[in-house]
């Protein structure tokens, strides 16, 4: 079992809906949970971390924790055409120590 | 304010060879991890390095090694370069102050 899962995908969305992205982790040692984005041909974009059970919003994105169920998950809203890309989910155990990653799941915004 | 700068941005070394890659951490951070990621697959961590001394390593063999300078700055080495050493290679930059880790653009290493 890896120990963080994401679905590939590819998720297909139209533009102006609801993206929804989920992650679930199978360490009950990781404490804080990380979305990054990442398009093609580029390096990982930092979008949000959250360490606390339930929602943290900011902006257009909404990241989701449950530690009982040990899921993650980022919703962005009013999806854009640039929100194209893939979506790499991340687990730690302390502080900034190393980062476990999913695959990642490849998102298309459809116009 | 100067993010992550990551050098060379690409590079082809042959089988057997030993390629150095080089990493500038954002200003005011102190800690430097590195990172390998293959075509479709999500990051891999190598190590991280910490006051000039390796604090955390992830199962890679010996012949990945590194080292932090005074400045902070770090060098990742891979000695006897396999095909299978193709990939991006990512530095992330952090403090302990803070849990967000800062990627730099990578190094493409291929491997012939």
């Known amino acids: 079992q890896k120990e963080v899962e994401q679905n590939s995908g590819p998720l297909s969305v139209p533009e102006g809906a609801i993206a929804s992205l989920n992650c679930t982790y199978s360490?009950?040692?990781?404490?804080?949970f990380f979305w990054y984005r990442q398009y093609s041909g580029k390096s990982p974009e930092l979008i949000m971390f959250?360490?606390?059970?339930g929602d943290k919003e900011d902006g257009r994105f909404t990241a989701q924790l449950n530690k009982a169920s040990q899921y993650v998950s980022l919703l962005i809203r009013d999806s854009q055409p640039s929100d194209s890309a893939t979506y790499l989910c991340?687990?730690?155990?302390?502080?900034?120590?190393?980062?476990?990653f999913g695959t990642g799941t490849r998102l298309t915004i459809i116009p | 304010d100067a993010g992550v700068t990551q050098s060379p941005t690409h590079l082809i070394k042959t089988r057997g060879q030993q390629v150095t890659l080089r990493c500038s951490p954002k200003s005011g951070h102190d800690t430097v991890s590195w990172y390998q990621q293959a075509l479709g697959q999500g990051p891999q961590f190598i190590f991280q390095?910490?006051?000039?001394?390796?604090?955390q390593r992830g199962n890679f063999p010996d012949r990945f090694s590194g080292h932090q300078f005074p400045n902070y700055s770090s060098e990742l080495n891979v000695n006897a370069l396999l095909l299978g050493d193709s990939a991006l290679y990512l530095c992330a930059s952090s403090t302990g102050l803070s849990y967000e880790q800062y990627f730099g653009p990578g190094t493409r290493l291929t491997v012939t």
């Open positions: 991340a687990a730690t155990n302390f502080g900034n120590e190393k980062l476990t």
């Open positions: 360490d009950r040692g990781s404490q804080s």
């Open positions: 959250i360490y606390s059970n």
């Open positions: 390095y910490y006051e000039e001394e390796e604090r």
